[in-house]
C-alpha cells in the first residue's frame, strides 16, 4: 500500500509539471524550419480590435524570418498588389478562419502554393488599460514647491495580447507546432501635477504599432529560438527622463 501510494504521488507530480511546460496537447517544439525549401506564412485571422495587425504581423514575420533564412523561400502577403496567400484562398473559397481552425484546409493552401509548410496564426482581441498612480513623487535633489514643479504623478499604459500559432506539415496535413504566444508592453509617464490635463499619452493607433512589432519579434523567436533574439515579455518602451523619489527610495520604471 505504501508503495501504491508512493506511486501515485510520483505519478501526480510528473501531471503537474508536464502541464506547467506545456501540455494539454499543444506541440511547442519549435517547427524544423530549416528542414524545408518553402514555407507559406498565411494572414492571421484577427478580431476586429486587433486593427490591421492580422495583415502587418505576418508580413514583418515574413521580412524578419526571410533575412535569418535567406535559403528557404517564404511566400507571404506583402502588399494588396503582392498577395499571393489572400489570392489562393479567394480561388479555394477559403477564409483565415477555415485554415487556422481546420489543419487539412491550411495543407490544402500550402500544397497549392507547393509549400513543406504553412503558418497560419490568431489575434484575440487586445487589453489596452492605462492606470494613474494618484500618489504624489518628487524630482531628485528638489523639494516641492507651492506651484508643484517638482511635485510628480506616475502614469502607466500598457497593451497585453494573445497569438494561438500552429505550423502545419503540408504533406502530412498534421500540426507539428501548436502554441498560443503572449505579448505585453508598457510605457511609463510622469506627469508634473501642474500640467496632467495637458500631457500626450500614447494613442491608441500608436500602441496598436508598437505591439504589432514587438509581438512579431516574440513569434519569430518562438518559431526559431537559435536564429532570432529573444523579446523580452512586459518590456518598458518609455521610461520618464527625471529621476524621481517615493517613500521607499528611487522610482523603479519597471
Known amino acids: 500500500m505504501r508503495s501504491l501510494r508512493l506511486l501515485l504521488t510520483i505519478l501526480l507530480s510528473l501531471l503537474i509539471v508536464v502541464g506547467c511546460v506545456g501540455g494539454g496537447g499543444k506541440l511547442t517544439t519549435p ?11 498565411a494572414p492571421f485571422f484577427a478580431d476586429p ?3 490591421n495587425l492580422g495583415k502587418w504581423v505576418p508580413i514583418n514575420l515574413g521580412t524578419s524570418l526571410s533575412l535569418a533564412l535567406k535559403q528557404i523561400e517564404w511566400i507571404y502577403d ?20 477555415d485554415i487556422f481552425e481546420d489543419a487539412a484546409l491550411a495543407a ?5 502554393l507547393n509549400a513543406d509548410l504553412i503558418v497560419v496564426g490568431q489575434l484575440k482581441a487586445p487589453k489596452i488599460q492605462r492606470k494613474d498612480y494618484d500618489q504624489p513623487v518628487k ?13 510628480y504623478i506616475r502614469v502607466r499604459q500598457s497593451a497585453t495580447i494573445q497569438a494561438p500559432l500552429k505550423v502545419i506539415d503540408v504533406k502530412s496535413g498534421q500540426v507539428i507546432f501548436d502554441a498560443s504566444i503572449t505579448d505585453y508592453i508598457k510605457y511609463w509617464f510622469a506627469v508634473q501635477t501642474q500640467q496632467k490635463g495637458q500631457v500626450t499619452f ?5 500602441i496598436l504599432a508598437d505591439l504589432g512589432k514587438h509581438l512579431t519579434g516574440r513569434i519569430a523567436h518562438v518559431l526559431y529560438p537559435t536564429g532570432m533574439p529573444d523579446v523580452m515579455l512586459g518590456e518598458v518602451l518609455r521610461r520618464p527622463d527625471e529621476e524621481l523619489l517615493g517613500s521607499s527610495g528611487v522610482i523603479q520604471f519597471d
Not at 78 to 84: E, G, I, K
Not at 141 to 151: D, H, V
Not at 202 to 206: G, I, N, R, Y
Open 49 to 51: 480590435k486587433a486593427g
Open 202 to 206: 500614447k494613442s491608441e493607433t500608436e
Open 78 to 97: 506583402q502588399s494588396d498588389a503582392v498577395n499571393p496567400v489572400a489570392a489562393k484562398l479567394n480561388e479555394l473559397g477559403l477564409t483565415m478562419a
Open 31 to 41: 517547427p524544423p524550419l530549416k528542414q524545408s525549401t518553402r514555407i507559406v506564412i
Open 108 to 112: 490544402k493552401v500550402g500544397k497549392a
Open 139 to 151: 524630482r531628485q535633489g528638489k523639494q516641492a514647491g507651492i506651484s508643484g514643479s517638482a511635485t
